[in-house]
């Protein structure tokens, strides 16, 4: 709860204005996930906002994700929290404060995947010259992910930042094991094989969706 009072006193510094109905009113703990403490906030001016916060990984991470949902949402085509801003935590780590959506009114899937499907042809819909890739690395869970080597074709960037950047922190953490290295490598030079005749367009992805982190409202 210390880290969250860190959060708290720079969401008080950031409201505006001098009087009493500036500020924060009440912090909840929430749930939701196992990589990060969550918490609603209530301000004093009746708006609410959820704070995510982590002091084991780069304050950076906050960053990309903030930059992520500012690209989703610049589309258009699916609801995602706006992000606020992100910072920085004494002693390591970082915040994200967002806007905050109620949750519990749950819809047919039907709608999600039509709404998905409309984030997920928005380049290509558009006519936009985009590369794969995105102008941030962020993270998988809470393993590193390889963005920025950006590539007009998909089998180098997949063998690259996807594969590639995978088998090079399982041989950081595990250098013993060479069939995982032998095979893995024997994938990557043989990767265009599978793609062939294949017409792949870039395409913005929601990184960690599942069946606690959407709903119909």
């Known amino acids: 709860r210390r880290r969250m009072d860190e959060v708290k006193e720079q969401l008080r510094s950031r409201a505006e204005g001098d009087d009493d109905d500036d500020g924060v009113k009440l912090i909840r703990a929430v749930g939701g996930g196992c990589i990060n403490e969550s918490y609603e906030v209530t301000m004093k001016d009746g708006r609410k906002l959820f704070v995510k916060l982590n002091h084991n990984i780069p304050q950076n991470i906050f960053e990309a994700e903030a930059e992520g949902l500012q690209s989703i949402l610049s589309t258009g085509t699916i609801r995602v929290p706006r992000p606020c801003f992100s910072g920085r ?110 017409h792949i367009y870039p395409s913005l992805l929601h990184g960690d969706l599942w069946s606690g982190n959407w709903d119909g409202g």
């Open 89 to 198: 935590l004494e002693g390591g780590g970082g915040f994200l404060v967002m806007e905050h959506l109620e949750m519990g009114r749950r819809a047919q899937g039907s709608k999600l995947g039509e709404q998905l499907a409309a984030l997920h042809t928005y380049h290509k819909r558009n006519k936009e010259d985009v590369e794969y890739g995105f102008h941030v690395d962020n993270v998988i869970g809470s393993t590193p992910q390889l963005n920025t080597h950006r590539s007009r074709d998909w089998v180098s960037f997949f063998g690259e930042c996807r594969l590639g950047a995978q088998l090079n922190i399982c041989k950081k953490k595990h250098p013993g094991d060479r069939d995982i290295q032998e095979h893995g490598h024997k994938l990557l030079k043989n990767l265009h094989i599978f793609f062939q005749d294949v």
